[in-house]
Nanobody, 119 residues
Framework: QVQLVESGGGLVQAGGSLRLSCAAS????????MGWYRQAPGKERELVAT???????NYADSVKGRFTISRDNAKNTVDLQMNSLKPEDTAVYYC?????????????WGQGTQVTVSS
């Protein structure tokens, strides 16, 4: 069972920056996709950014050029550097891991961390 612990959310003014961190434990995550999703009030959860264990990345169009995902395979951590934040980035951000083992995949979610961007 993989446990995810997030940190780094908070309140920031528009144009500011925040860095989210997620530490995973309980598995080596040798073949996995780690990333971040977010959910704003009244909206569905949406992908923000993901990174595979080989370094391939995927970003939502709304955050391209502003957010950067990074990953440390040795430490099983994934970070999200968020720059030029906008009020519409306000949401609960969730760390997510999809792990692949042979023919099965498993997914895990963190507890979520609030990011609030004031205008």
């Amino acid at each position: 069972q993989v446990q995810l612990v997030e940190s780094g959310g908070g309140l920031v003014q528009a144009g500011g920056s925040l860095r989210l961190s997620c530490a995973a434990s309980g598995s080596t995550l040798s073949f996995s996709i780690m990333g971040w999703y977010r959910q704003a009030p009244g909206k569905e959860r949406e992908l923000v950014a993901t990174m595979t264990n080989s370094g391939s990345t995927n970003y939502a169009d709304s955050v391209k050029g502003r957010f950067t995902i990074s990953r440390d395979n040795a430490k099983n951590t994934v970070d999200l550097q968020m720059n030029s934040l906008k009020p519409e980035d306000t949401a609960v951000y969730y760390c997510h891991v999809r792990e692949f083992r042979v023919i099965w995949s498993y997914e895990y979610w963190g507890q979520g961390t609030q990011v609030t961007v004031s205008s």
